[in-house]
T-cell receptor, first 112, second 113 residues
Framework: QQQVKQSPQSLIVQKGGISIINCAYENTAFDYFPWYQQFPGKGPALLIAIRPDVSEKKEGRFTISFNKSAKQFSLHIMDSQPGDSATYFCAAAGNAGNMLTFGGGTRLMVKP | DGGITQSPKYLFRKEGQNVTLSCEQNLNHDAMYWYRQDPGQGLRLIYYSQIVNDFQKGDIAEGYSVSREKKESFPLTVTSAQKNPTAFYLC????????????FGQGTRLTVV
């Protein structure tokens, strides 16, 4: 059973555009929602994370929007740059044994 | 510099062989994890350890074994029982025991020849 569903699988955006990646979760015990960025041949790096007590968190060009009632959260990359081309993973974790669980990933390509 | 070191970066295994992947961290994190990543796929949890001398199976533990004798080290052995071991293996650690705020190593790419 896939606990975190991510879409789209791939995304092409023009330079300067907005990239939007969506995730949905099922387990209401999750209380921590990070996004990871992974370049080819490298390990994932923590990009930004949110907890359910806020509906939005912004760090530079990256914003997480969180909808607790819908059990959905999304990553918005403003002013997308070619250097943002990577695979992005959403994830979720909670207490009491609810280990960090990943979505399937989105391969983002930003065209110059 | 604090971080997680995985070695080797590339590993080739013959059919029927056991191989051990190394993971060392100097972040003083209690919890450590092993994930498997297949091409175009997400990360799947193999094993995790929340404290020294204790570890738990993840979602895909069959054919793998681990040990946690030291806080800094969490080696993964891919045994001959693992039917399809070719994959990218990622080690992570976190101060939080559920994997929240996990930091990842650079991975080991294992290929069966």
């Amino acid at each position: 059973q896939q606990q975190v569903k991510q879409s789209p699988q791939s995304l092409i955006v023009q330079k300067g555009g907005i990239s939007i990646i969506n995730c949905a979760y099922e387990n209401t015990a999750f209380d921590y929602f990070p996004w990871y960025q992974q370049f080819p041949g490298k390990g994932p790096a923590l990009l930004i994370a949110i907890r359910p007590d806020v509906s939005e968190k912004k760090e530079g060009r990256f914003t997480i929007s969180f909808n607790k009632s819908a059990k959905q959260f999304s990553l918005h990359i403003m002013d997308s740059q070619p250097g943002d081309s990577a695979t992005y993973f959403c994830a979720a974790a909670g207490n009491a044994g609810n280990m960090l669980t990943f979505g399937g990933g989105t391969r983002l390509m930003v065209k110059p | 510099d604090g971080g997680i070191t995985q070695s080797p970066k590339y590993l080739f295994r013959k059919e029927g062989q056991n191989v051990t992947l190394s993971c060392e961290q100097n972040l003083n994190h209690d919890a450590m994890y092993w994930y498997r990543q297949d091409p175009g796929q997400g990360l799947r949890l193999i094993y995790y350890s929340q404290i020294v001398n204790d570890f738990q199976k993840g979602d895909i533990a069959e054919g793998y074994s681990v040990s946690r004798e030291k806080k800094e080290s969490f080696p993964l052995t891919v045994t001959s029982a693992q039917k399809n071991p070719t994959a990218f293996y990622l080690c992570a650690s976190s101060i939080v025991r559920t994997g929240a705020e996990a930091f990842f190593g650079q991975g080991t790419r294992l290929t069966v020849v």
